[in-house]
């Protein structure tokens, strides 16, 4: 048990050598566009929302 469970971290530390991390200024640009998008995606839904529940009230009488 002790031995496949040596054998499996060291395949992780194998892989993990391989992996291309991004640069602090790729991470950032990244990050920067994830929080831009969230944000026109919420207001765009509030806006949906808000003339939804307007038109329903209006119908609705």
Request: hydrophobic share 55%; with cysteine.
């Amino acid at each position: 048990m002790i031995g496949k469970l040596n054998e499996f971290l060291a395949n992780v530390k194998l892989e993990l050598k391989k992996v291309t991390w991004p640069s602090k200024k790729d991470a950032y640009a990244s990050t920067t566009i994830v929080i831009v998008v969230v944000l026109v995606c919420a207001v765009f839904l509030g806006g949906v929302d808000v003339i939804l529940s307007r038109l329903i009230r209006l119908i609705l009488g």
